[in-house]
């Protein structure tokens, strides 16, 4: 019998015991073999737990235990996480883990050490949470070059900026209320500075390019700068407000990652994205495209995942590692290009006297403020604009690329 143990016992860790207990018998029976919890390490004490006897505060118990064949590490952050998944793996256990920030910060030294050891470090559940995106991304869509991936992989700045569109709260409101229903962290500058997001976008660009992208690299803008007044100008356009994580494979063999809010518009299905739900298209050149859409975030759909993760090691184990999922180290400025070369539309609100929009653009509204949307231009060449109307006395308000469709 496969021994496993759960490494955290927070919202993931016991939304993977309450999932596992509740669908053991289907779970082993797609499994193909018998497996249970043996532990679950936390540093609290959880006394009335129907688990208690399977709690421990030492991880050397589960690291020394040679019964203890795969870990499902849920404890988040990169720190004791990645000290204990590595002693897990230097033992060759296999590790499924939910950590987005464990994957994209140590992902090469974890990948490699796991490749050393004959074994696996799996991380379906790192990425839009329930939605399956990193085994289809090597497995059912492995024979496409994937040239293009965008979508929403935060929930909490999902649900913020739904409330402002929906429900014409004010960013500091809608946060407010993401942080009282539990979306939100206390401290909530990964999700609303766009982090979280840029650690997801690089474990999938990683994927993609068998390169490890590190998010230090990647140009991150969150949503902290969006008004209700974009929010409503965007609608009068035809478009909704998403912050967008996205990687275009260029021609050259580089890529160009980023995340950053954009204006999304309507025809494209991920305008419609609302609440703490999550989206990704992924463009290749055999499928098109294709989009994943589900709950990003959640205990029993993050738990789904791991538990995912922990029956294909169940079913695969003593096969050796997947080599399928795996990136190497890389200097990151051989793959990356400049993400000014990207070209967008871009929407401008301006105020000032005597502005005109640039010959092109779409006027969306000329009254104390002026808004438009240019043509498609580069990045680089909108921040030149941006210089131009502030030289000639505008206040720049805002300016947001529009997401293709
Ligand atoms: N804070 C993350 C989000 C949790 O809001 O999407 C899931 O990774």
Excluded at 52 to 68: G, L, M
Excluded at 103 to 130: M, Q, R
Excluded at 196 to 205: E, F, N, P, Q, V
Aim: with cysteine.
């Amino acid at each position: 019998m496969s021994k496993i143990a759960v490494l955290g016992y927070g919202v993931v860790g016991s939304g993977v015991v309450e999932l596992f207990y509740k669908n053991k018998e289907s779970i082993l029976k797609k499994a193909g073999r018998d497996a249970d919890i043996k532990y679950i390490l936390d540093i609290r004490d959880f006394p009335d737990s129907p688990y208690r006897d399977k709690f421990t505060k030492d991880i050397n118990d589960i690291v020394n235990d040679d019964e203890v064949t795969i870990v499902a590490e849920c404890m988040g952050g990169a720190t004791f996480a990645y000290d204990f998944v590595k002693a897990c793996l230097m033992k060759g256990k296999n590790v499924s883990t939910s950590n987005k920030e464990l994957v994209a910060k140590k992902g090469a030294e974890l990948l490699a050490i796991a490749k050393e050891k004959n074994c696996n470090f799996f991380f379906e559940a790192s990425v839009g949470g329930a939605i399956p995106i990193i085994r289809p991304l090597h497995k059912c869509l492995a024979a496409n070059d994937i040239t293009y991936i965008a979508g929403i992989l935060n929930g909490t700045t999902n649900f913020i900026l739904d409330r402002m569109i929906n429900e014409n709260m004010d960013f500091s409101d809608a946060l407010s209320m993401a942080q009282k229903l539990g979306y939100a962290e206390k401290d909530p500058t990964a999700d609303i500075e766009g982090h979280d997001a840029c650690r997801k976008i690089c474990i999938l660009s990683s994927l993609i390019t068998g390169k490890h992208i590190y998010p230090e690299n990647v140009y991150t803008k969150g949503i902290t700068e969006i008004s209700l007044k974009d929010v409503k100008f965007a609608e009068k356009f035809g478009a909704a407000v998403k912050l967008i994580a996205s990687v275009r494979k260029l021609e050259n063999g580089k890529i160009i990652p980023m995340v950053m809010p954009m204006l999304v518009p309507y025809e494209n299905l991920i305008s419609r994205v609302d609440n703490v739900f999550n989206a990704v298209m992924v463009c290749g050149d055999g499928i098109d495209r294709a989009m994943f859409y589900g709950r990003g975030a959640g205990m029993l759909p993050t738990a789904s995942a791991v538990l995912g993760d922990v029956i294909e090691q169940l079913k695969t184990e003593g096969n050796g590692t997947d080599l399928a999922q795996t990136w190497v180290d890389c200097d990151n400025s051989e793959i990356l290009d400049d993400y000014k070369e990207s070209s967008f539309r871009m929407y401008f609100r301006l105020a000032g006297s005597d502005l005109s929009a640039p010959e092109g653009a779409e006027i969306v509204e000329n009254g104390d403020e002026i808004v438009f949307v240019t043509e498609k231009m580069t990045i680089s060449d909108a921040e030149k604009l941006e210089a131009d109307f502030t030289a000639a006395g505008a206040e720049v308000k805002s300016k947001i690329a529009v997401l293709e469709i």
